[in-house]
C-alpha cells in the first residue's frame, strides 16, 4: 500500500511458448525463470498482492512453492499466441472487481526479465504517485538507434528515419529508448477506461541493460545464464 492506496501485480504467465518451450518456468541457475520475477515482487514495500495468472497447472504449482497466490486459472482463450497482453491483465482486474477486493493501481511483471529488482518495482510506483501520472512503463536506453538503421526500398538502401541527418559518432546521437518489458504500472481506472498501459500522460521509469534483459529465445536464455 501506498498513500492508502492498494496494489495489486499480476504476473502473466501462459504455458505456451514458441520461442523458448515451457520458458516461464525453464530452469535459469537453479530455479524456474518465474521465480525471480515472485522473488522480487513479494520484497516491494507498496504491493499488496501478488498473484500469477496462468491457465498451467504446473505453472500454478510452481508460482505457489515460490509464495504467489494464484486464486483463478486463466481462461485457455486468453491464453493464444494472438492474446493481446493487455487481456490478462484485464481479466485479473475484473476478477477482483467482482469479488469487490478493490486495488487502486495495477501492475504487470513480466516473467521474462529475471533482473529487474524490487527496488526498481518500488521506484516506479513512486515516480507514478509523485507526478500523478495514469501510467509507467519501464525502458532503457536503445542498444541499436534507429538513426544509423537502413531499410530496403527496390533493393537499394535509404535511411529508416525520415530525418536523413547523418551522425558520424555515437555520442552525437541523441538518445533513444526502447521498451524492455519489465515494469507496467497504471491507475487501475486509466486501465479499465483505455483498455492500454499508454496515454498521453504515460511516463517512463529508465533501467540500465542488465536489469532490462528480456528472454525471447534462446540466445536470450544464454546470455542469462552467463550474467546470472
Not at 189 to 209: A, G, H, Q, S
Given at each position: 500500500m501506498i498513500n492508502n492506496k492498494k496494489v495489486l501485480a499480476i504476473i502473466p504467465a501462459r504455458g505456451g511458448s514458441k520461442g523458448v518451450p515451457r520458458k516461464n518456468i525453464k530452469d535459469l541457475n537453479g530455479k524456474p525463470l518465474i521465480a525471480y520475477t515472485i522473488e522480487e515482487g513479494l520484497k516491494s514495500k507498496y504491493i499488496d498482492k501478488l498473484i500469477v495468472s496462468t491457465e498451467d497447472d504446473e505453472i500454478s504449482k510452481i508460482s505457489m512453492n515460490y509464495g504467489a497466490e494464484v486464486p483463478y486459472l486463466r481462461p485457455k482463450e486468453l491464453s493464444k499466441d494472438e492474446t493481446p497482453g493487455i487481456d490478462p491483465i484485464i481479466h485479473g482486474i475484473e476478477y477482483f472487481d467482482k469479488n469487490n477486493n478493490n486495488f487502486d493501481y495495477v501492475i504487470c511483471l513480466q516473467c521474462t526479465s529475471p533482473f529487474r529488482r524490487a527496488y526498481q518495482i518500488d521506484e516506479a510506483i513512486e515516480k507514478l504517485i509523485e507526478q500523478d501520472a495514469d501510467s509507467v512503463v519501464s525502458v532503457c536506453e536503445s542498444e541499436v538507434s534507429p538513426y544509423w538503421m537502413k531499410k530496403i526500398v527496390n533493393g537499394k538502401m535509404t535511411n529508416f528515419l525520415e530525418d536523413s541527418t547523418f551522425y558520424a559518432r555515437r555520442q552525437e546521437i541523441p538518445k533513444v529508448?526502447?521498451?524492455?518489458?519489465?515494469?507496467?504500472?497504471?491507475?487501475?481506472?486509466?486501465?479499465?477506461?483505455?483498455?492500454?498501459?499508454?496515454?498521453?500522460?504515460?511516463?517512463?521509469?529508465?533501467?540500465?541493460?542488465?536489469?532490462?534483459?528480456?528472454?525471447?529465445?534462446?540466445?536470450?536464455?544464454?546470455?542469462?545464464?552467463?550474467?546470472?
Open positions: 529508448y526502447r521498451l524492455n518489458g519489465a515494469i507496467y504500472i497504471a491507475k487501475k481506472d486509466v486501465l479499465k477506461k483505455f483498455n492500454t498501459w499508454y496515454t498521453e500522460n504515460t511516463i517512463p521509469y529508465i533501467m540500465d541493460r542488465k536489469t532490462s534483459l528480456d528472454i525471447d529465445d534462446e540466445l536470450d536464455f544464454e546470455m542469462a545464464t552467463i550474467l546470472i
